[in-house]
Nanobody, 117 residues
Framework: QVQLVESGGGLVQAGGSLRLSCAAS????????VAWFRQSPGKGREFVAS???????EYADSVKGRFTISDDTFKNTVYLQMSSLEPEDTAVYFC???????????WGRGTQVTVSA
C-alpha cells in the first residue's frame, strides 16, 4: 500500500528555515518523480519542487535559490529544505509522486508551514 507521510512543518519567523520530510512507503522513490506542492487558503495547489533520478531537480520560480529538494534513497524519504522563508510561503505542504509520463498518484495529508512577519 502506497503511503506518503509529511512532517517538519511549524511556525517560523520571516527569514527563518525549516526542513520538511516526506517518508514514502509502498514504492521506491528511485523509480519515480517525487514532488512537493503547497496550498494556502483561497488558492489552488501549486507546484514547489520535484526530484527524480532521470529528470533531476526542478523548482518553482518563487522558491528558486531559497528551497532545496533532496532525497535519502536508503530511507526512501524526500526532503525540502526551506530557507529565507517569507510570509507568502505560508501554506500546507504536500508531497506526491508519479511515474514518468503519468499523472500525480498518491498524496500525503500535508504539513502546515506558517511564516510570521
Amino acid at each position: 500500500q502506497v503511503q506518503l507521510v509529511e512532517s517538519g512543518g511549524g511556525l517560523v519567523q520571516a527569514g527563518g528555515s525549516l526542513r520538511l520530510s516526506c517518508a514514502a512507503s509502498g514504492f521506491n522513490i528511485r523509480n519515480q518523480i517525487v514532488a512537493w506542492f503547497r496550498q494556502s487558503p483561497g488558492k489552488g495547489r501549486e507546484f514547489v519542487a520535484s526530484i527524480s533520478i532521470g529528470n533531476g531537480n526542478e523548482y518553482a520560480d518563487s522558491v528558486k535559490g531559497r528551497f532545496t529538494i533532496s532525497d535519502d534513497t536508503f530511507k526512501n524519504t524526500v526532503y525540502l529544505q526551506m530557507s529565507s522563508l517569507e510570509p507568502e510561503d505560508t501554506a500546507v505542504y504536500f508531497c506526491t509522486h508519479r511515474r514518468p509520463g503519468e499523472g500525480w498518484a498518491s498524496w500525503g495529508r500535508g504539513t502546515q508551514v506558517t511564516v510570521s512577519a
